[in-house]
């Protein structure tokens, strides 16, 4: 497989306009990555037919894409995760995250005494049983289950099917609080490991104050605020079933929290006109902006919550505003709130800007695994 030009950094993608593929290749194949003077440069995963057509693995050329690859990448990665000393927090972390940990199109997380993984490639999918044998090497005992992101599966036409001896669920602990974890049929991998820092934090400045969540998910910035001793806590999220699971996640912390199934924009609109204010507000809304063609369309629904949310807040409350959507930029999300606080007619003071956890590190030539941004501000009225 040849590129068309040398690359100019280190980024593992290279889009179908820029390879020159070899007639009949499988799709998600494993390919020697040459440079256009025939320079060996990789190897690396090849999908022909979709836009992102090639992901690099290695830049060694002889490297084999096999159980011992994948089994000292799981071994690097597990080594900064112990060196940031994750395991005194919580029992789970991010041990794979993409790009940034050498392995385009793999997430792998670790629940407890559950691994999940997850593939965002066909090519990654075909290898599920090298990595299978590398989890049980680096791992052992430790129980798996392997699932496909649903919107790659629909653009590079495969499916993940999973063992039927696969976990379906698993409890997790973090920062003294305990999770319910849905691995076959929960969003993503089940449970957002990147907001573990940002529930930490949000929970002291809850101390004492009324607090809504809205799409609290499994409930976890609310039931971290009912735990570091929040006045009054609600949390809102349309997922029936996730509800459910956030009820069940307060008894089994013993906390006191309400949760509601109900739009979070109806909600926040419902607030504003009569009720009573909350103190602090999350907005932890899903992936609003896909890709660069829903960009438009995203950004206006990021202005439209953060509005409707600035004008249900308390004077002088504070709100954590979040983006969990790659293409969405800090200054992009920066510039909807300001567009927010405008027509709401709020003035804002951030104090802090965040994103995810430690174990989700950012590959600093790949700028979209700095996907998640974290906005936290006092909010008075103008």
């Not at 101390?207 to 001793?229: E, M, N, P, Q």
């Amino acid at each position: 497989m040849q590129l068309k030009s040398s690359p100019r950094n280190p980024h593992p993608w290279h889009w179908r306009g820029r390879v020159i593929g070899p007639a009949n290749c499988a799709e998600g194949a494993v390919v020697r990555i040459e440079g256009p003077d025939g320079e060996p440069l990789g190897r690396g995963l090849y999908h022909p037919h979709v836009t992102l057509a090639l992901r690099v693995l290695t830049r060694d050329p002889d490297e084999q894409i096999d159980a011992a690859f994948f089994a000292r990448r799981f071994r690097s990665a597990l080594a900064l995760r112990e060196s940031l000393r994750i395991l005194e927090v919580s029992d789970s972390f991010r041990l794979i995250h993409s790009e940034s940990d050498g392995v385009s199109g793999l997430m792998v997380d670790v629940f407890g005494k559950v691994i999940r993984v997850d593939a965002f490639a066909r090519g990654i999918a075909m290898l599920e049983a090298p990595i299978r044998e590398a989890l049980a090497e680096v791992f052992p005992g430790y129980r798996v289950a392997v699932r496909g992101d649903a919107r790659c599966e629909d653009i590079e036409g495969f499916r993940v099917e999973g063992r039927p001896d696969d976990p379906e669920a698993c409890k997790v602990t973090e920062n003294g609080v305990r999770f319910h974890v849905d691995l076959r049929t929960g969003h993503k991998t089940g449970f957002f490991l990147d907001q573990r820092d940002n529930r930490r934090d949000l929970a002291a400045l809850a101390k004492g104050r009324s607090v809504l969540d809205i799409c609290t998910y499994t409930g976890g910035f609310a039931l971290h605020a009912a735990a570091g001793g929040a006045k009054s806590v609600t949390g809102v999220d349309l997922d029936e079933k996730a509800i459910a699971t956030a009820k069940r996640n307060a008894k089994l912390n013993q906390v006191k929290a309400r949760f509601v199934q109900a739009d979070g924009f109806h909600y926040l609109r419902q607030l504003a006109s009569g009720g009573e204010r909350p103190e602090v507000l999350i907005l932890d809304p899903p992936k609003f902006v896909r890709d660069r063609n829903e960009k438009e369309d995203g950004m206006r629904s990021y202005r439209d919550l953060n509005r409707l949310g600035l004008e249900a807040l308390a004077d002088d409350g504070i709100l954590l505003t979040c983006s969990c959507s790659g293409v969405v930029s800090e200054e992009d999300l920066l510039d909807s709130l300001r567009n927010a606080a405008a027509r709401a007619g709020r003035q804002l003071n951030v104090f802090r800007f965040s994103g995810a956890a430690p174990d989700h590190p950012v590959a600093l030539h790949v700028p979209e695994t700095r996907y998640l941004k974290a906005i936290w501000a006092r909010v008075r009225k103008l």
